[in-house]
């Protein structure tokens, strides 16, 4: 974990989160090259749910959240974490964190019995600080899609089955953030609600597990890194009926990526009202709490149903996580040296192509690049850049470390028989092209 942290650092993937003010803990901040990885993330699971399927819609809602929607979500009662508190040094752990009863900071056993705490953070709406008009960052997209349920479903006249699909970020008040970007106190989620007929419930609960496995190994994770975890009955949300885990082997320890619950009818049921109006076979205890039905028309009985919800949760944090620790490679090569090498699923580099003029102060060898970049650029398959060093040795190495699948050198080939040279981050192997060869290479490449 200490060499890419350390990487991540040094080539700008993540900073510390203020830093120069001494740093701000279980926050972090994504460079140039971890905005585009993140980026192309968020990208790519997006494409898989709403481009690539015709059964998904997309929503972005808002962050502060009315205190009623987590009210009745349940979790002002019960989304908390166990905390203890150490007498001896005044450190405060999180209950599972603690072992044969010691204080992980100093070693003290004058410890607290574990007492229930709030992850949720408050804070002040409008003008007035008296704590009357206060709003939570939400905890997880997933309520705003609830309480979002009736209008999309009004505005695209959707049936059962069908999904929302969310990507944004979420406030957890962890107690001990901690392993880097794998706890944290803000990240970003990565969340479907996935609406199905009861008893369809758990037959798409399996297809969404299986589905997300195969998602995650396209990303770079292989498959025999991923565990699955039923989560025991006594470990389940208050929402759900069931929830796999979707466990990696992080550099840490064996951790969640993503979760994947049965919410049941839990969520629509309880911000609904006047639900006895629309002869529901639902078993959930309704509690009159919004004004909306949330509920949709049976296109078979007429009746209206409240549906159940099938939930595949995923941190794009972590995912950044696993999929560095997944491309981080250190090679031997020959004559004793190293290179380290990122290698990314090539839809995942921060950037895609490298274009290399052999010398820098060569205006024309120069301006060839800087004409090569913009029409790869134009072809919108993510950030082309001109390596204008001089040193290729030096650039290869940058490269390789960063995870840019291709290098283009621009040399007096190119001038005299209009040629590039091809380079690749994980073959190591050289080729020449014609110039006007390269747009199409390029579209290969990272088309297929
Ligand atoms: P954990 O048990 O690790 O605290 P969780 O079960 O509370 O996680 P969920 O509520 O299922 O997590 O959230 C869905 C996903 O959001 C998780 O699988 C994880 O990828 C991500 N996530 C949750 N909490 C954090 C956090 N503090 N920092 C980064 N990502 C998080």
């Not at 758990?202 to 190994?217: A, M, Y």
């Not at 549906?307 to 997944?326: F, K, Q």
Request: charged share 25%.
């Amino acid at each position: 974990m200490d060499d890419l942290v350390a990487l991540c650092k040094r080539r700008g993937f993540i900073f510390q989160s203020n830093e120069i003010y001494g740093g701000f803990q279980g926050l972090y901040d994504y460079g140039p090259l971890g905005v585009e990885l993140k980026n192309n993330l968020k990208h790519a699971w997006w494409s898989s749910m709403v481009y690539d399927r015709d059964d998904i819609e997309g929503l972005d809602a808002s962050i502060l959240t009315h205190p009623d929607v987590l009210k009745h979500s349940g979790h002002e009662n019960t989304f908390t974490d166990p905390m203890v508190d150490c007498k001896a040094c005044k450190s405060r752990w999180k209950a599972d964190t603690i072992e044969n009863n010691k204080c992980p900071g100093c070693g003290s056993s004058d410890l607290t019995e574990p007492r229930p705490f709030n992850l949720m953070f408050k804070t002040n709406v409008g003008p007035i600080e008296d704590g009357s008009n206060f709003a939570y960052l939400r905890p997880e997209t997933a309520q705003q899609i609830f309480t979002n349920f009736k209008n999309v479903l009004d505005s695209t006249a959707r049936s059962l089955p069908f999904g929302i699909a969310q990507i944004g970020k979420a406030f957890r008040n962890e107690i001990t953030p901690r392993n880097f970007i794998f706890r944290v106190r803000e990240f970003e989620q990565m969340e479907l609600e996935y609406f199905v007929k009861p008893g369809s419930d758990d037959k798409w609960h399996k297809e969404w597990v299986d589905n997300r496995i195969i998602w995650w190994t396209e990303q770079g994770i292989p498959r025999e890194k991923l565990e699955i975890l039923n989560v025991p009955d006594d470990d389940l949300a208050h929402y759900s009926k069931a929830t796999v885990d979707l466990m990696y082997q992080f550099p840490h320890g064996l951790e969640e990526l993503e979760g994947i619950a049965n919410r049941t009818d839990f969520d629509l049921g309880s911000h609904s009202k006047n639900q006895n109006d629309l002869n529901l076979s639902s078993q959930t205890e309704l509690n009159n709490a919004s004004n909306s039905k949330l509920a949709v028309q049976d296109i078979e009985t007429n009746k209206f149903i409240v549906p159940y919800v099938i939930e595949p949760s995923a941190g794009v944090d972590r995912g950044v996580l696993a999929i560095l620790n997944e491309a981080y490679h250190v090679e031997k090569l020959e004559g004793g040296k190293e290179r380290i090498v990122l290698s990314f699923a090539s839809h995942l580099a921060p950037i895609k192509v490298a274009v290399i003029p052999l010398k820098k102060n060569n205006k024309e060898l120069v301006d060839t690049a800087f004409k090569l970049k913009n029409t790869l650029q134009s072809l919108r398959l993510g950030r082309v850049v001109v390596e204008n060093t001089g040193n290729i040795g030096k650039n290869y190495r940058k490269h390789d470390e960063i995870g840019t699948p291709l290098c283009i050198t621009v040399d007096f080939d190119t001038l005299e028989k209009g040629t590039v040279t091809i380079r690749n981050r994980d073959t190591m192997l050289q080729e020449q092209i014609p110039l006007d060869n390269v747009s199409s290479y390029f579209k290969d490449f990272f088309l297929t």
